[in-house]
């Protein structure tokens, strides 16, 4: 196989997922490319350092091919695996293990992680699960939520795509801060790995991040602001006509449900 293609044309591109844990991230990402999503990507493999990762049993109830990567230091080996699998992308759920710099050489502005964190803050080794939720309470943080980055060598260092924030609330605790997060997370994640799929968000040459998310919002739509929301929000009433400014209903859910999300 030749190298990742460039994301240039039309067709879906293919979309290797590596988990180390439960899978939720990636079922959000086999719901989403199997549905609103199938134009830009579809889920190709699925590839895991445990050998008893939940996140097997959700691939293969998809019918996606799946494999234990049992050298994962070895870039030489993980490069071959996702080369037999034809990927365009690389996209990281829940793993936990270093990226080998030939594998992201080789997958350059194709490689995508999400951190339940702000990042810069709260990421690096050994942050990872209720131990980010624990230092987000431990220091006393007003805000948290996600990130989505492009991976380099190091973890959690790559150029940030979008974040998702969510406000630290009275009595948090771990459990409690990191179900509020993974909600915002499996919204999110679709999003940008959709994006870089469909090469509407890009890596450009200078290291920084190029494009935006296409969130059907107009820019003056009041919903673009950064807003801390509550987490009991009710639902925006249903509207099956355009609004004054030609907002479509869709549009308008959408908005709401984005109003915490920085975009670009």
Not at 49 to 75: E, L, S
Request: with cysteine.
């Amino acid at each position: 196989m030749s190298e990742p293609t460039e994301t240039t044309s039309h067709r879906p591109r293919r979309i290797a997922v590596l988990a180390s844990g439960g899978g939720s991230n990636l079922q959000a990402l086999i719901d989403y490319f199997a549905g609103a999503g199938a134009s830009a990507g579809t889920i190709c493999w699925v590839g895991s350092d445990k050998a008893q990762a939940g996140a097997f049993d959700r691939a293969q109830a998809a019918g996606i091919p799946t494999a234990h990567v049992t050298a994962p230091h070895d870039g030489d080996v993980l490069l071959a695996l996702l080369r037999e699998a034809r990927a365009d992308l690389l996209v990281l759920a829940g793993y936990l293990k270093l990226i080998p710099e030939v594998v992201v050489r080789a997958f350059h502005g194709r490689l995508v992680n999400i951190h339940p964190a702000l990042l810069p803050a709260f990421g690096g080794p050994g942050m990872y699960g209720q131990r980010i939720h624990a230092a987000v309470l431990a220091h006393g943080a007003m805000v948290t939520g996600a990130t989505v980055h492009f991976v380099d060598e190091q973890f959690d260092r790559g150029p940030i795509i979008a974040q998702w924030p969510v406000p630290v609330l009275p009595g948090d605790t771990p459990a409690l801060l990191a179900s509020r997060v993974l909600a915002v997370e499996h919204r999110l994640f679709p999003l940008c790995v959709a994006a870089v799929a469909a090469g509407t968000v890009q890596l450009g040459e200078d290291g920084r991040v190029h494009g935006d998310l296409g969130i059907p919002v107009p820019v003056h739509s009041p919903a673009w602001r950064f807003a801390l929301t509550a987490d009991d929000t009710p639902d925006p009433t249903p509207i099956s006509h355009p609004t004054p400014d030609g907002t479509s209903a869709a549009a308008q859910a959408l908005a709401t449900d984005v109003a915490r999300l920085f975009p670009r």
